[in-house]
């Protein structure tokens, strides 16, 4: 691969690890099982940089890759699925259980440490996983509406609605939090 390639490879999509190792966590639960579904996801990338488009969003890109790769995981360990739902495949990878997250994959952006503390990220993590997807990729991550359908390949009226109850719910649930720290706020 020439020499452009390679610093493009390095310069746009490199940038985006640790919010891929915090996406890729957050579907496994599994610190090694993060690792390779990073490390694959940026083997693909690189083989087919080709299929990149200039002017397309890298990281909406390397999300894709991430979550198709997912996908094709869990179908190797359903023994052959033909067609998987990604919501269905994080249901069950999505168990009961309480997750201890280890300190070192605590998510990296800078609202999780200050703003976010325990009672977010408990709320959070108590929300059914069609809504946590979409809080973490367009409240955390930053992605567009049209980004997040194409990334879990659902319409954007669903985006829409599901963040919609998402953000609804996550305000219920936080409301006797942000009272007690002085933030007005209607119920």
Known sequence: MNSE???????????????LHNFAFYLTHDQQE??????????????????????????AWLFKILKNNFINEYRKKSRGAKRVDFEE???ETD????????ANLEFDYELAGTILGDEVTKALNSLPVEYRSLIVLCDLEDFSYEEIAKILEIPVGTVRSRLHRARATM?????????????????
């Open 89 to 91: 495949a994080l249901r």
């Open 34 to 59: 993060s690792d390779d579904l990073v490390q694959e996801t940026y083997f693909k990338a690189f083989k087919h940089l080709d299929y990149f488009q200039d002017g397309t969003n890298s990281k």
């Open 171 to 187: 305000k219920n649930k936080l409301f006797h939090y942000a009272k007690n720290l002085g933030i007005s706020a209607k119920k």
């Open 95 to 102: 168990g009961d259980d309480e997750v201890e997250i280890p």
């Open 5 to 19: 390639k390679e610093k493009f490879f390095e310069q746009e999509l490199l940038k985006h690890i640790d919010a």
